[in-house]
């Protein structure tokens, strides 16, 4: 994986937007699959099971999260994922300025669990 392509696409697509969709999320890292991926490794149209991988261990690592538009759908059987959204968590510190709940955003040791 090329680590600075992630951070590319995460910073420039994912942190700070507001109510990016899961669909929307997934077609980024699509698109940007030869930023991301070595040539080779480079998961072809169709065939993009490693980039679902990799949206899974961003979730597992904390370097993106869901967030519910629709709260009065948790805990039931309507909850879709369309009425999920994806982030980067960021807290506010008393500076005022905004940092990663798990560390700066993606860093090298983040990057590293995926």
Do not use: W
Not at 86 to 113: F, H, I, K, S, W
């Amino acid at each position: 994986m090329h680590k600075g392509g992630l951070c590319s696409l995460l910073t420039q697509k994912v942190q700070g937007i507001d109510n990016l969709s899961v669909s929307d999320f997934v077609r980024a890292m699509k698109q940007s699959r030869k930023s991301i991926f070595h040539d080779d490794d480079a998961p072809p149209k169709g065939k993009e099971s490693q980039i679902h991988a990799v949206c899974l261990q961003m979730v597992a690592g904390g370097i993106v999260s869901f967030k519910v538009d629709d709260k009065k759908k948790i805990g039931t059987d309507q909850l879709r994922r369309a009425d999920l959204s994806v982030y980067c968590p960021n807290v506010r510190t008393r500076e005022g300025g905004a940092r990663r709940v798990q560390g700066e955003l993606p860093d090298q040791a983040m990057l590293e669990r995926i």
